[in-house]
């Protein structure tokens, strides 16, 4: 157990159809990180919050939209699904940017779009 | 886009120590470099990251060339579990922050 966890660990949903992916910090943490891995391919940065606030955008479709609230837990909500939304999504974290720690990855969220 | 260049995939014999390049030579002088791991659809694992030391810990040790343009991590005794897809990220530095995934080095460790 990393300490990071996301729920739910798989998820079958129908195009058109929107869902949302969670993700509980380490302990301590304040910065959450989402990544999309789709089939056979590389980690995607999709957004990052610290301590609540937006930090940084990477290849983020506007369907999709996260949030981090006050206890620091975060929230990935994907809107409008296409088949091409399957993947897996991880959520990292971290105690401070700022700082040299390494990153602490959940299991992840697998999202099957059919 | 990544800074680093990985080879796409190496083979290692069980027992054997695993020695797994990096080349980042653009890389600035307080960019750091990471490595993780990724085994059959877990979440990365961190491993060891480094500035310009050579760096060791429990599971690996990263060797690090002294104008910093490339990297090697090394498993001194590479077993089946080991198997996995081995990232090396240079950290981006400023208010983003975020790690950047190249495709990486799939390792495959053979009996």
């Known amino acids: 157990d990393s300490g990071v966890t996301q729920t739910p660990k798989h998820l079958i949903t129908a195009t058109g159809q929107r869902v949302t992916l969670r993700c509980s910090p380490r302990?301590?943490?304040?910065?959450v990180y989402w990544y999309q891995q789709s089939l056979d391919q590389g980690l995607q940065f999709l957004i990052q919050y610290y301590n609540g606030e937006e930090r940084a955008k990477g290849n983020i479709l506007e369907r999709f939209s996260a949030q981090q609230f006050p206890d620091l837990h975060s929230e990935l909500n994907l809107s409008s699904l296409e088949l091409g939304d399957s993947a897996l999504y991880f959520c990292?974290?971290?105690?401070?940017?700022?700082?040299?720690?390494?990153?602490?990855f959940g299991s992840g969220t697998r999202l099957t779009v059919v | 886009d990544a800074k680093t260049t990985q080879p796409p995939s190496m083979d290692c014999a069980e027992g054997r120590a695993a020695n797994l390049p990096c080349n980042h030579s653009t890389i600035s002088g307080n960019e750091y470099v990471y490595w993780y791991r990724q085994i059959h659809s877990q979440g990365p694992q961190y491993i060891i990251h480094?500035?310009?030391n050579n760096e060791t810990n429990e599971m690996a040790s990263l060797i690090i060339t002294e104008d910093r343009k490339s990297s090697t991590l090394i498993l001194p005794h590479a077993t089946l579990r080991d198997t996995a897809v081995y990232y090396c990220?240079?950290?981006?530095?400023?208010?983003?922050?975020?790690?950047?995934f190249g495709t990486g080095t799939r390792l495959q460790v053979f009996p």
């Open positions: 990292a974290s971290s105690v401070d940017p700022r700082t040299n720690y390494g990153y602490t």
């Open positions: 990220i240079v950290r981006v530095e400023g208010n983003t922050d975020k790690l950047i």
């Open positions: 302990s301590g943490d304040l910065s």
């Open positions: 480094g500035l310009k």
